[in-house]
């Protein structure tokens, strides 16, 4: 599995913004975030084929996850942007079709994405 995610960028608070991940092989996928000084934490998953999504309480109704398997990309949709959702963004995948919010249950991981939300 191989992940690649980008398009990350600066946005004003109240924003919203679009981080892609490309995403080849079989996998669930998530989507993490670390600030600096910070642990990396989860932000959202999504399984294999789609059907089941989970969110971080921190950002439950304003975040979406999804995923289109033809072009092999996930996505997170994030909209009514904070300065605390200040972060490099990762995205990773599982082997498993199910979504986790465990870090230790991901296999593979991509670079990074920063994105900023200025106040």
């Known amino acids: 599995v191989q992940l690649q995610a980008f398009g990350g960028g600066l946005v004003q608070a109240g924003g919203s913004l679009r981080v892609s991940c490309a995403a080849s092989?079989?996998?669930?996928t998530g989507w993490f975030r670390q600030a600096p000084g910070n642990e990396r934490e989860f932000v959202a998953a999504i399984s294999w084929g789609g059907g089941s999504t989970d969110y971080a309480n921190s950002v439950k109704g304003r975040f979406t996850i999804s995923r289109n398997n033809t072009k092999n990309t996930v996505y997170l949709q994030m909209n009514s942007l904070r300065p605390e959702d200040t972060a490099v963004y990762y995205c990773?995948?599982?082997?498993?079709?199910?979504?986790?919010?465990?870090?230790?249950?991901?296999?593979?991981w991509g670079q990074g994405t920063l994105v900023t939300v200025s106040s």
């Open positions: 092989g079989r996998a669930a």
């Open positions: 990773a995948a599982r082997t498993y079709a199910g979504t986790s919010r465990d870090i230790q249950a991901y296999d593979y």
